[in-house]
């Protein structure tokens, strides 16, 4: 789905197992394992320039979460009735947001819960406007519990004392509740960027609009992002720009490991701030096409200013039909002169207010 405008073998007891739930783990363990071998023997098809073949269009839409519900601790794999619960589970999500609305049910009246994270006034997207996604990641046999492999856990490491403050900080200046010019509003609403880190590094699934397209050339890699219409250049066996020169999505350097694409991206404007990332914010991305209609991407997130370890993670990109429709983001975008006229009409309101009660003697006195 492509639109315009509108971010996880259960915990075996050593001597409960039964006889058959020990067949079926063995027989799911050599499925993994031949099907890891068949993506180790894939040998990707070469370009005109004698490198592995990357291009065409391709999605990482997937429900599977960036990290892991801690109700499966280290595991990474899920079991297939795991699978079957949680895509069930996602399809009745979207058939419950694909109901009717009632026309003349008020902003007011929305459900305080309406699924994906959203509730109340939230509550502006209903099945019809969304695009996460329907399956759990499949990569190289493994049906996987989370995005994040590294740490163990599948959870983000803990965030430093300083990077801690230093976001409580950013958020009391400005962030979502800041109206008071575009600048304090998000790169999304501006259209200036992806919503989330759609166009990365790390590149991640989010909403709606996962799709991209890679086309090569001898000396770069260009990968176009539907979302927000972000293009990433990747010039190849080059060196990184001085490290004032900041840039949208930061300055990515790649080269050929055998048939793997290793990028390295450093340089990224601190607007951008993914996920409160400093200056010195590093990301290698691995992007290794594993059969005809999958690439394996991989990525690991170094920061030692704002996180106590690195982390990665893995996801698959999954061939899909083009073209790749242009996300004309500023046309029709009312949400942001809307959200700054009605902060601006709030301030009058409150000064208003404020006017009337000094004029009848501060609001102060009694009834």
């Known amino acids: 789905m492509k639109l315009r405008d509108i971010s996880i073998i259960a915990a075996l007891g050593a001597f409960a197992l039964a006889p058959a739930t020990l067949a079926q783990t063995a027989t799911k363990a050599a499925a993994t394992k031949t099907s890891a071998g068949a993506a180790s023997a894939y040998k990707a098809?070469?370009?005109?320039?004698?490198?592995?073949?990357?291009?065409?269009?391709?999605?990482?839409?997937?429900?599977?979460?960036?990290?892991?519900?801690?109700?499966?601790?280290?595991?990474?794999?899920?079991?297939?009735?795991?699978?079957?619960?949680?895509?069930?589970?996602?399809?009745?999500?979207?058939?419950?947001?694909?109901?009717?609305t009632d026309p003349n049910a008020k902003v007011t009246d929305l459900p305080t819960n309406c699924g994906r994270g959203f509730t109340g006034?939230?509550?502006?997207?209903?099945?019809?406007?969304?695009?996460?996604?329907?399956?759990?990641?499949?990569?190289?046999?493994?049906?996987?519990?989370?995005?994040?492999?590294?740490?163990?856990?599948?959870?983000?490491?803990?965030?430093?004392k300083e990077a801690q403050e230093k976001m409580?900080?950013?958020?009391?200046?400005?962030?979502?509740?800041?109206?008071?010019?575009?600048?304090?509003?998000?790169?999304?609403?501006?259209?200036?960027?992806?919503?989330?880190s759609s166009a990365g590094p790390p590149m991640l699934p989010l909403l709606y609009n996962n799709n991209y397209q890679i086309v090569q050339s001898k000396d770069e890699v260009a990968i176009e992002v539907e979302m927000v219409h972000d293009v990433r250049h990747i010039r190849l066996n080059s060196r990184h720009l001085p490290s004032n020169v900041k840039l949208w999505m930061g300055d990515s350097i790649g080269r050929w490991e055998g048939d793997t694409l290793v990028v390295e991206t450093t340089n990224m404007r601190p607007e951008q701030a993914f996920r409160g990332a400093s200056p010195e914010l590093k990301v290698i991305e691995r992007f290794t096409r594993v059969n005809p209609s999958q690439i394996k991407y991989s990525f690991t997130v170094a920061d030692p200013q704002v996180y106590t370890a690195p982390y990665s993670g893995e996801v698959a990109l999954n061939a899909t039909k083009g073209p790749l429709y242009e996300y004309a983001c500023h046309e029709g975008n009312y949400a942001l002169p809307g959200i700054l006229a009605g902060a601006r009409n709030e301030e009058k309101e409150a000064l208003a207010s404020a006017k009337a009660a000094a004029a009848g003697g501060g609001g102060g006195g009694t009834k």
Not at 70 to 99: C, F, I, M
């Open 168 to 196: 409580r900080t950013r958020f009391v200046r400005g962030g979502r509740g800041s109206f008071d010019n575009p600048e304090n509003r998000s790169l999304g609403e501006r259209c200036i960027l992806s919503f989330g």
């Open 45 to 100: 098809p070469r370009n005109a320039f004698g490198q592995p073949d990357l291009q065409g269009d391709w999605t990482n839409a997937t429900i599977t979460p960036a990290e892991r519900d801690p109700k499966y601790g280290d595991r990474l794999g899920l079991t297939d009735k795991e699978v079957k619960d949680l895509e069930s589970g996602n399809a009745a999500l979207v058939a419950d947001g694909n109901k009717p």
């Open 121 to 160: 006034v939230d509550c502006g997207y209903n099945s019809a406007w969304v695009d996460p996604g329907t399956r759990i990641i499949d990569l190289e046999g493994v049906k996987r519990s989370s995005i994040i492999v590294e740490p163990k856990n599948g959870r983000i490491p803990a965030m430093t």
